[in-house]
């Protein structure tokens, strides 16, 4: 299934993926997500897969109510058949390696984004033939959070994984070890976006965090407009 570039879904603006997690957050949840979407975050997707489908729904639930309009909350995991209840309503999926994209599509039609873990530029391409908006590629850099998924791929293979998406319309964003020092590196390398979790989740001061990201990304900009042909 390969959908040409203009079926694929818009990114949220900015394509800041904030991931949750609740025991590496030093305040509550809700909280982060109201300071990140005060800060200028506009997507935020919940990655709390121990804790029941419902429950997992009720905090999708609970972040977007401080959700600016056009803002993505969306949820970690699989629109599985005994999830049927809680894919409806859900903005974006975000399906693990194994996931499969056309099924997810079936299963929670009402979504506008349905994205996909990899970890390989073999993974890259299979997600974007199966017409995945998105792909996050990690690690792209040495991070605490991913320990298994194995040594840091670096800008080169991101740069690579950018290029072969590129002409079938699906986006990749760079995870694993973005921080606003590194999140500049990424868009030159032509990432379309990337996703955080502990430089957030872990920060005392989670709006300066998620606005120093936001301006790193936006500097990266217009250094590249800057320095282009």
């Known amino acids: 299934m390969d959908l040409p570039g203009a079926e694929r879904s818009p990114l949220p603006d900015p394509p800041l993926m904030i991931v949750t997690d609740r025991r590496r957050a030093r305040l509550p949840l809700e909280d982060i997500a109201a300071a990140a979407f005060e800060a200028g975050a506009r997507w935020i997707s919940v990655r709390e897969k121990d804790l029941p489908l419902a429950e997992q729904r009720d905090l999708v639930r609970r972040l977007a109510r401080n959700a600016p309009a056009g803002a993505a909350v969306g949820l970690h995991g699989n629109p599985a058949p005994e999830a049927e209840g809680v894919a409806k309503g859900i903005a974006a999926w975000h399906l693990p390696r194994d996931g499969d994209i056309a099924d997810a599509r079936r299963r929670a039609p009402d979504s506008r984004l349905l994205g996909k873990s990899c970890h390989s530029l073999a993974a890259v ?35 690579a994984a950018a290029a072969q998406l590129r002409p079938a319309g699906c986006r990749a964003l760079a995870l694993g070890g973005v921080t606003a020092e590194t999140i500049g590196a990424c868009r030159a390398a032509g990432a379309d976006g990337a996703a955080v979790m502990g430089t957030v989740m872990a920060a005392r001061d989670p709006a300066a965090a998620v606005a120093a990201l936001i301006a790193a990304w936006a500097s990266a900009r217009r250094a590249i407009r800057e320095d282009g042909p």
């Open 125 to 159: 391409r299979e997600a974007a033939a199966a017409g995945a908006d998105y792909v996050t590629l990690s690690p792209v850099f040495a991070t605490g959070s991913k320990p298994g998924y194995g040594p840091a791929l670096g800008v080169e293979t991101l740069e």
